[in-house]
């Protein structure tokens, strides 16, 4: 099959870690490296956010990046995006002319939007479109209110694509309910979740450095919906341990970063400021040392479409203490490869902490099964080879609609 994939805003070939660069990325990334190791011809749209880039890459993973002209050619918040779609749609519209794909698949909402305007709303002959929407606004508008800074008409635009797109793969049971809140046909639905590389993050390899503290490791974006403050506040209940936050800023930039400050002004409160550790931003290679170097990984914000950190830990043996939302719902079995805990509530968080490391076997017994989770349900073989059913599945039906008139 040719396949494209269009991401507006997320490039494979992002640097990780950014305000807007974070699981979105890794997962059309390794989505397009499975697809295309299954002898697939895949390209990735992405819009070109820097002169310097040239018009189209070769990956070495065998699947092509072509950079698409849509506004200014630097970076941009993801929500300042939405004018510059129609550009954006107009020049997908221009290489589809020439060499259509069997089938597009959307990552985001505006990706959607432009490939729906590209190649025409999905209809009996037309290309089919699959979209996935890896956050919804509804969702994000619900958990964030007036901090949210989507563009207001999102969600009918959501629910437009919703009546528009041949099909939609969610990533977890969470958002199929959402899904249909907002008209999607249950029939026009399937799950495939992320997934995690188990052949990068595994028990075995290298540790990062650490003292004689039990550690619990935080990692990801430092954005405040991610529930590091109350991770924080948390360390009050286990004294004995240290927090290391992984992510955000390059090393050098720590002391000025605005969230690291506010972080820290909340533990100095808690009386904690001395156990807790920022890393900044780490080599996407080095992300596996650092988890298999923590005694329990935390996964606590209190939005979260779906998570990919409680995957990087099972993968490594790692217990897991989320929080009870998204996608983290379907990712972590409490009680079996991990603790669900509310979210927004330090004080369960801790007694749920003090607990876990105070139970070697526990632990132990948790990284197992997580690890056995990890590699059963969520390697990127899997993951890819359940997309790839979707894709067949669409076309099928789009040639039997075919045959039928």
């Known amino acids: 099959m040719r396949i494209d994939l269009v991401s507006e805003h997320a490039s494979p070939l992002a640097a990780i870690g950014g305000v807007d660069a974070g699981g979105q990325n890794v997962h059309v990334a390794a989505l397009a490296a499975g697809l295309a190791s299954r002898g697939h011809d895949v390209t990735v749209h992405t819009r070109r956010d820097d002169d310097a880039l040239p018009e189209r890459v070769v990956t070495q993973d065998g699947y092509n990046v072509a950079h ?34 069997d089938v597009v698949h959307a990552h985001f909402w505006m990706s959607g939007l432009a490939s729906v305007a590209a190649a025409g709303r999905p209809g009996v ?12 606004g509804a969702v994000k508008r619900r958990h964030q209110g007036a901090a949210d800074t989507s563009p207001a008409n999102r969600v009918e635009l959501e629910r437009s694509l919703c009546r528009t797109v041949t099909h939609v793969v969610a990533t977890c049971s969470d958002e199929v ?45 430092l954005v405040e919906r991610k529930g590091q403050d109350d991770a924080v506040r948390a360390l009050r209940a286990v004294p004995d341990a240290e927090l290391v936050v992984v992510g955000g800023p390059a090393v050098d930039a720590i002391d000025t ?16 400021a001395d156990r807790l550790v920022f890393a900044g931003s780490v080599a996407r290679a080095d992300v596996p040392a650092w988890v298999r170097s923590a005694d329990v990984v935390l996964a606590v914000p209190w939005y979260e479409p779906f998570g990919i950190t409680p995957l990087e830990a099972m993968a490594c043996a790692r217990p897991v203490v989320a929080t009870a939302v998204g996608g983290l719902q379907d990712t972590v079995v409490h009680g079996v490869t991990g603790d669900l805990v509310p979210p927004r509530d330090p004080e369960r968080l801790g007694e749920v902490l003090a607990a876990l490391l105070a139970d070697p076997d526990r632990r132990a017994a948790y990284g ?30 789009r040639r039997l609609v075919e045959v039928a008139r």
């Not at 698409?68 to 002319?97: C, I, Q, S, Y």
């Not at 002959?125 to 919804?136: D, E, N, R, S, Y």
């Not at 099964?369 to 039906?397: C, H, P």
Request: one cysteine or more; aromatic letters at 6%; proline letters at 8%.
């Open 68 to 101: 698409v002209p849509a506004g200014p050619a630097r970076e941009l918040p993801k929500d300042e995006l939405l004018r510059h779609m129609p550009e954006f749609a107009a020049n997908l519209r221009r290489t589809w002319a020439e060499h259509a794909p």
């Open 257 to 272: 970063d605005p969230e690291v400050r506010r972080l820290r002004a909340i533990a100095a409160e808690a009386g904690v």
């Open 177 to 221: 309910f959402e899904l249909r809140r907002l008209g999607l046909d249950g029939d026009r639905v399937s799950v495939v979740p992320c997934g995690v590389d188990t052949s990068v993050f595994t028990p075995e390899g290298p540790v990062a450095p650490r003292g004689d503290r039990k550690r619990l490791l935080v990692l990801g974006r």
């Open 125 to 136: 002959g037309g290309v089919p479109i699959v979209q996935t929407f890896h956050a919804l």
């Open 368 to 397: 197992e099964a997580g690890l056995m989770r990890a590699r059963n349900r969520y390697r990127w073989s899997r993951v890819v080879a359940d997309t790839e059913s979707v894709y067949r599945q669409v076309l099928t039906s």
